[in-house]
């Protein structure tokens, strides 16, 4: 309530959730680290626990003998002791390193592993008097002292159950030989022990939606700060429009450039507009210079007429080519015969205009065009 409070109702974005990341700011639960860290222990003592107490009850045992030998030689005591040590190590070092795992897991488990230098740096807002007393007696205080009840209540009715559970067990171990009775007591305490520590999942359960949701809380975002980083990763929807509008008048200036160039231009006759260009010594299909529709179609048109560029009407192909070919292009192959007609009549008339030919050509009709069935627009 308090993020809605400040007028943060929109959830953290992905870029949101990667700066808190770098920072250190992850959702945590100690509950879920302590209770992975005391059932690691437990389990760890029910697997290796009976291997390190023969071995401790082994040195014990060994230090209260003495043999005529030992009296005189010394180095026997630093032999035996070496021995006995390196019955003790092995279950020592295995079951550290299953605290050591039940650890990492518990402490990762949550948020994942994360490596921050800023999370580090000292802060002096968190050394502020003031700061501590509102963390103790506000609201997360509040939910502290709740999970600190919650956690003596539930381990007391646990050790309640243990206790029922064990009670004839505990009546007997005095009647057991040594170190038998030793040996069960410990196990009694081993298995007590991990059934209070899993006992603490009952916390945990209700522990880490909480500092998910209060995470999640904490990051929240107002609207405006969503606005804002969205034009910052994708830019300003003004500044990026007005740069496609530049890029699309420098296209269009250099497609009008090459206008004059062109060898015909195909038109609709007054929607479409395409101008095209073959170089009949080239390697190269026909080429589209340009094209435009309604006042680019007609700015196409005044320029073609003001350079003598021919304009012929074919509404079909105009369209075909338009619909089909980018600028600079060349145009489809299905389409080359019906273009081969066109530039063949433009350049018979060029000839004849020029006096090389003694006929006018004979004009094609553009209803009888061979444009493909797929190729109509």
Not at 119 to 135: D, L, Q, Y
Not at 183 to 202: D, G, M, N, P, T
Not at 236 to 264: L, T
């Amino acid at each position: 309530m308090a993020a809605e409070d400040d007028g943060r109702t929109e959830d953290p974005t992905s870029k949101k959730l990667e700066d808190a990341r770098k920072k250190g700011q992850l959702p945590r639960s100690r509950e879920l680290g302590t209770m992975m860290v005391l059932v690691g222990g437990g389990l760890g003592f029910l697997l290796y626990g009976h291997y390190l107490a023969t071995a401790l009850f082994a040195i014990f045992q060994e230090g209260f003998k003495l043999e005529r030998e030992d009296a005189f030689d010394m180095s026997r005591m630093f032999v035996q002791m070496e021995s006995l040590l390196y019955e003790v190590a092995w279950p020592s070092i295995a079951l550290i390193a299953v605290l050591v795992v039940f650890a990492v897991i518990g402490n990762i488990a949550l948020g994942g592993y994360n490596f921050s230098t800023q999370a580090m740096a000292p802060k002096w807002s968190k050394m502020n008097p003031i700061n501590g007393f509102k963390r103790i007696f506000g609201v997360q205080g509040l939910v502290e002292l709740v999970k600190s009840i919650a956690k003596v209540a539930v381990i007391i009715g646990t050790a309640y159950l243990c206790f029922n559970l064990f009670y004839e067990e505990l009546l007997h171990i005095n009647v057991d030989a040594m170190p038998q009775g030793l040996f069960k007591a410990l196990e009694i305490l081993i298995w007590v022990f991990l059934i209070l520590s899993s006992s603490l999942i009952i916390v945990t359960v209700i522990d880490v939606p909480y500092q998910l949701h209060q995470n999640n809380e904490q990051l929240k975002m107002t609207k405006q700060e969503v606005k804002d980083e969205h034009k910052n990763a994708e830019g300003d929807p003004i500044v990026k429009g007005r740069i496609r509008k530049a890029m699309f008048q420098a296209f269009q200036r250099r497609m009008m450039q090459e206008v004059p160039k062109a060898d015909v231009v195909v038109t609709n006759p007054t929607h479409f507009a395409v101008a095209l260009k073959y170089d009949p010594n080239g390697n190269r299909a026909p080429t589209l210079v340009a094209k435009g529709v309604d006042e680019m179609a007609l700015h196409i048109r005044k320029i073609a007429e003001a350079h003598e560029v021919p304009i012929l009407t074919a509404p079909m192909l105009a369209r075909a080519i338009y619909h089909t070919t980018e600028f600079e292009h060349e145009v489809p192959e299905k389409l080359f015969a019906a273009v081969a007609q066109v530039l063949a009549y433009v350049f018979a008339l060029k000839d004849y205009k020029k006096g090389k030919a003694k006929k006018r050509p004979k004009q094609f009709s553009p209803s009888k065009l061979p444009i493909p069935p797929d190729m109509r627009y």
